[in-house]
């Protein structure tokens, strides 16, 4: 189907800048994500991407700016169910934990239904239906830390899918991955994007991605060098991010 996207911001960023120890993050940064854009937010090592995500989620407190989610101020947002995320790999979770796949996906209905709630029918059905999509129900009783990265990966997408988001952020989630489960991946987003309107954005080191799945793009080095389509990315925008010649390479996708 069609996305029915909107001109309406549903994450509005207004000027956000923070330093720490006199150095500059981030400088003055406005970028507006619209109802299903599949941002891919790109930039090189010590950019500030991880950090922008985090004032974003209210994890850190820029010096100034103000950020927006669904047109209230991050103050007032209440509606966290509304935003699934899977953070960078190495922070998500302790994979020597013993806790299953099963387990590991419910963690992402605590916001829903609270800590230590016991689990509707209902619940139960979502986690099952959750684990389907992303082809771990088979593994659902394994536990976490016996799977490979790729299939971690898929459990924690479908950690922040059970709450049934309406946008979600990935934080270079293909670290660590095999390439043939990257490609399924993207894949699997690209799907979500124009067949249930998922809002997506996506941090990455991965240039090639950017104009091979994404609707459109922004590049971050501190502040923003680029916002726009895929199609408007070109490499000329590239040099001055990344302080050397890039070239994007474009991943051939089946006629994708």
């Not at 830390?145 to 270079?172: C, K, M, N, T, Y």
């Not at 997506?200 to 501190?222: E, F, I, K, R, W």
Request: hydrophobic residues 40%; charged residues 20%.
């Amino acid at each position: 189907m069609e996305n029915s996207r909107s001109d309406t911001p549903i994450i509005e960023l207004e000027n956000i800048s923070l330093k720490r120890e006199n150095q500059t993050i981030l400088s003055n940064i406005d970028l507006r994500i619209r109802k299903g854009e599949f941002l891919g937010l790109v930039g090189p090592n010590g950019s500030g991407k991880s950090t922008l995500i985090k004032i974003l989620l209210g994890l850190i407190r820029p010096d100034k700016g103000n950020v927006h989610l669904f047109d209230q101020h991050l103050k007032q947002f209440k509606h966290w169910e509304k935003i699934g995320y899977v953070p960078q790999k190495a922070a998500s979770i302790n994979t020597g934990f013993p806790a299953t796949v099963y387990e590991v996906t419910a963690m992402g209905l605590f916001a829903k239904v609270g800590l230590l709630r016991f689990l509707k029918k209902s619940h139960k059905q979502k986690i099952d239906e959750v684990l389907e999509t992303v082809g771990m129900l088979e593994y659902k009783h394994r536990n976490i830390g016996a799977l490979s990265g790729g299939q971690q990966q898929r459990v924690f997408i479908a950690r922040a899918l059970v709450s049934e988001p309406e946008v979600l952020i990935l934080d270079e989630p293909t670290v660590g991955v095999d390439a043939a489960s990257v490609e399924i991946f993207y894949q699997l987003l690209t799907k979500w994007n124009q067949q249930k309107d998922l809002t997506l954005l996506l941090v990455t080191h991965d240039v090639g991605v950017m104009t091979s799945y994404v609707t459109s793009v922004a590049c971050l080095n501190q502040t923003l060098h680029f916002h726009g389509s895929s199609r408007e990315f070109e490499t000329s925008e590239l040099s001055s991010l990344y302080g050397h010649d890039v070239q994007v390479i474009h991943h051939d996708h089946g006629g994708q």
